[in-house]
């Protein structure tokens, strides 16, 4: 199927990242349509689900959680995987 379509001011960015990535702007365009419609089709997390990992209402801390608060982040959140 063929589409023509207007791209006004992302005919450049779409030139730029077809060179830097050296693929062709239909290879772009049909890279950029599968990533737009497999985001559309995954369930959108709740900001309670996107945090609930990081709350610590599980964990017992001793002492003044106020002041040691950078502390107890930094150790909860050293070792993830981004």
Known sequence: MNLSIELNDLEQE????????QCSVNEAVRLAL???????????????ELGKDGFGSDETHEGDIAQNSKAFLKARFTNVDC
């Open 14 to 21: 779409l030139n730029i990242y077809c060179k830097a990535h």
């Open 34 to 48: 599968k990533r737009l419609f497999s985001a559309t089709v995954e369930p959108k997390l709740s900001p309670y």
